[in-house]
């Protein structure tokens, strides 16, 4: 199957629009666990109503790839500021290379994430994420 980029659909609706997620800080939890702080534009995201900024923090748990680019050199389609790599190719040659070497670290339950923040894009596998919101 090929590769399919879907948009994550959050409390806040779909997110778009490069001023849609603005990001303050990363906080390293673990070596598989961080967060990322700040706010997103409200105007931008399809379930909240009015002007202004939303705070957010949304932590990734059980990350066994992380990427960082700016923005300005991320060459994953989009489909909006937050989504998911379906049938990810990443994620076969990790779990290939699992299962042959007999790791025991990722399996099929395993997500690819990518978040766009006004500068920089997230692209993370990991078992999940939680947002909150404040």
């Not at 609706?13 to 534009?41: N, Y």
Request: with cysteine.
């Amino acid at each position: 199957m090929a590769e399919k980029i879907v948009p994550i659909i959050t409390e806040v609706g779909k997110i778009w629009g490069r001023d849609a997620i603005f990001l303050d800080k990363v906080h390293v939890i673990d070596e598989t666990t961080f967060e990322l702080v700040g706010q997103f534009s409200i105007v931008l995201c399809s379930n909240l109503h009015g002007k202004g900024f939303q705070n957010y923090k949304i932590l990734f748990k059980e990350v066994c790839f992380f990427k960082m680019i700016e923005l300005d050199f991320d060459e994953i389609e989009y489909q909006s500021s937050f989504d998911m790599v379906e049938n990810s190719k990443q994620i076969i040659r990790m779990i290939k290379k699992n299962k042959i070497r007999d790791i025991g670290k990722i399996d099929d339950t395993f997500k690819h994430y990518v978040f766009r923040t006004y500068d920089t894009v997230f692209e993370i596998i990991g078992k999940s994420f939680q947002l909150d919101l404040g």
